[in-house]
């Protein structure tokens, strides 16, 4: 485990510090499965022994793999979590930032900005399952999922205040629309981080598990997303990130489009038609 290498009360609450600098690092710092017929697949974030840190060729890396996701019709859902049973990621590595320029600084920005939006921007369904603490970037990366699932022992935080940054990845956005406003902004503003169980408690995490049951959970969840129809499921997840804070009407009008979409699709007459046959559908994948 990363330790504190001063002797400040300042860092207790986060529990975690610099990761070591003499680990070797893993060949495969983002880990990508597949399963279900490929039709579910997890990416996790493989660098334990810094809690899951994400440097640049982590974010880099991210940002490859959902992209490739992104064009690939086949596969369904998207599972998101960490290696190990302490985080599901601290966010930005700081050993590697610690001697970084002004240029290369805004440059990792811009890159981890569009690994940010790209998982914002999947049109497949991503959640996350929260296996640990979750700070900074890595709070952000869960809070740009869909929705959050998370480990009994899970902590959720934005402590970039605390080294002198205002949070970038999202969260000034994201977190407000997650918890009460004042909430997240007592969480900015402080750096304190709050348990799963408050997350869940205000809204923020959907379930909470043992540790050891929570990626049975996720793939029990992805494998029922997966059954149904990928182009319904993708069409009721534009439907609400589009329509969300519109104008009611403009909102419905956004629903209907997309149900009307869905009325004249092929997926609609197989799964009436599974239903009064009593069999299980098999939906087409979508053509994108």
Known sequence: ???????????????????????????HPVLVEFFSGERVVVITLNRPHADNAITTEVGARLTEIVEMIAVRPALRVVI???????????????RQRKDMTKEDWLRQRQDFDRT???????????????????????????????????SDNA???????????????????????????GKALQMLMTGDPISAQEAHRLGMVNEIYPQAELMHAAHRIAEK?????????????????????????????????????SAVHPDRV?????????????????DY
């Open 225 to 261: 997303i997966a059954s149904n129809s990928p182009t319904a499921v993708q069409a009721v997840k534009r439907a609400v990130r589009t329509g969300e804070g519109e104008p009611i009407e403009q909102a419905i009008a956004i629903m209907m489009e997309a149900h009307w979409r």
């Open 80 to 94: 998101l979590t960490g290696a190990g049973e302490r985080a599901f990621s601290v966010g930005s590595d700081l």
């Open 155 to 181: 902590a959720f935080g934005q402590p970039e205040a605390m080294i002198g940054l205002a949070a970038g990845g999202g969260s000034p956005a994201l977190l407000p629309r997650l918890l009460p406003p």
């Open 1 to 27: 485990m990363a330790t504190s290498l001063t002797g400040t009360d300042r860092w207790k609450t986060l529990d975690f510090g610099p990761p070591p600098s003499d680990l070797a690092e893993s060949d």
């Open 270 to 286: 197989e799964g009436i038609g599974a239903f009064n046959a009593g069999r299980d559908p098999t939906f087409q994948d979508p």
């Open 116 to 150: 940010l939006y790209t998982v914002r921007q999947l049109r497949k369904p991503i959640f996350a399952a929260v296996n640990g603490i979750a700070y900074g970037g890595g709070s952000e990366l869960a809070q740009s999922t869909d929705f959050i699932i998370a």
